[in-house]
């Protein structure tokens, strides 16, 4: 009796959300899920601008009406004036899980010594994780492939539905002995 | 003219308070410091369930009446609802020392991918220094070979009695400049 | 069209202050950045005791009033009592920028085990990159070889002058894609 992984899709870049360019967040995103992912999963998106406000209130309408198991932001997470997902990631967060951005930071790290300048937290509201990404496609991958074994294993934690990962992309690790 | 060290041992479970499980965390404790320590100690031990404001009342009780000069935590530090010991922790805290939560989840990163959901965090409330560590017993002990070096410098800095400890389990760092 | 970058040094100790002891660190400092840079610098520097609304009013004058792009405290940054510099840092931020304490301790523990208890924070306030370092100038030189090369792309984004480093001391890495 498993149900569907319901996974929020956030790209939130004022130059994307106005169509100055081509938002690259959302399909790189959604091509890695389709690569990683064995269980039924599917996905609400949405492209907004860099303002606080409406990011908390998109992240919260996604944690509480559509009732999404994960919720991954992509960009704002720089030092630049615009950049304040990070702000409302915290804004909206029930527990605080520091240990994902460090770890994204660390694996990113191993790429770019500018991985220092990022500022993406993970958090949880009620029964969602929200994980802020980077805005780049080939960070995106990056974080995603250093993090994600230990995702499915929150989400029973926080009581949703049991993910399965292909092997080839990602092994999920559940402890034996929790 | 040296004191006695003073650990407050905290054990932080419903099901073990409750007795649904033989508590495990307070042994792992208790068996690291007989092995780790040279110098004077005591223990004061408690086992309680996840309840925030008991958690705090906890810390207050060892830290300002019973002045002890180190408390660890066992358990509640993961993402599930009742999970509360680090909002508990950072609740009482005088000052935060986010070295000891970054590292001790770099520590067990090593052993299990998993680690990065764990939230612990260190703080000090007046001369007490309060760390979280994990629940099982295998990952306290990982945790404190890993931490503990620093242990001993941070209890002269706030004012408690020089520990001393085994080298076969742990070597104690003062820097010589400081 | 390039700007000179204006550098804020503020040596933070009571001992010093005081004249109990010669200040280490505003020397330390101003070796490193001679070295370090090649574009056009000034600096400003600041020696004052370890008290928290002083340490606040010196950042806030001189990120707001003297303009500085980059600002670098030394001292106050440990587990002890007077040690209030990361306090009084948050405290002025306007973005916290938690990679820059991660990295500077992940840094300093390549060199010794108690580098877990500095509690040294990065944050930006307005146009200005704030960074606490280590007290001691052997520290302080490790810690900038170790981070300062995503620094001038973090200036670059907060409307900084363009810095240039020596190679032989610092790479500053800017990523092509951003």
Redesign the interface.
């Known amino acids: 009796m498993n149900t569907t992984l319901k996974i929020g899709l956030v790209s939130i870049s004022d130059r994307a959300s106005s169509g100055v360019y081509q938002d690259a967040g959302l399909p790189a995103l959604h091509d890695w899920f389709t690569r990683a992912l064995r269980s039924p999963w599917q996905s609400i998106t949405r492209l907004i601008p860099d303002e606080q406000a409406l990011i908390e209130a998109t992240l919260i309408e996604l944690a509480d009406r559509e009732a999404c198991h994960l919720i991954l932001t992509t960009g704002g997470t720089?030092?630049?004036?615009r950049?304040v997902t990070p702000?409302a990631t915290l804004a909206v967060a029930h527990?605080?899980?520091?240990?994902?951005?460090?770890?994204m930071?660390?694996v990113s790290?191993k790429f770019?010594?500018?991985?220092?300048?990022?500022?993406q937290v993970g958090v949880?509201r009620g029964k969602s994780?929200i994980l802020n990404l980077p805005g780049?496609p080939?960070a995106i991958k990056e974080t995603l492939d250093g993090?994600f074994?230990?995702v499915p294993?929150?989400i029973d934690?926080?009581?949703g539905p049991t993910i399965e990962t292909n092997p080839e992309i990602i092994t999920a690790?559940?402890?034996k002995?929790?």
């Open positions: 720089g030092p630049a004036p950049d702000e527990k605080v899980m520091p240990g994902f951005g460090e770890q930071r660390a790290l770019v010594p500018t991985a220092i300048l990022s500022r949880i994780l780049q080939k993090i074994a230990a294993y929150c934690l926080i009581g690790f559940r402890p002995s929790a």
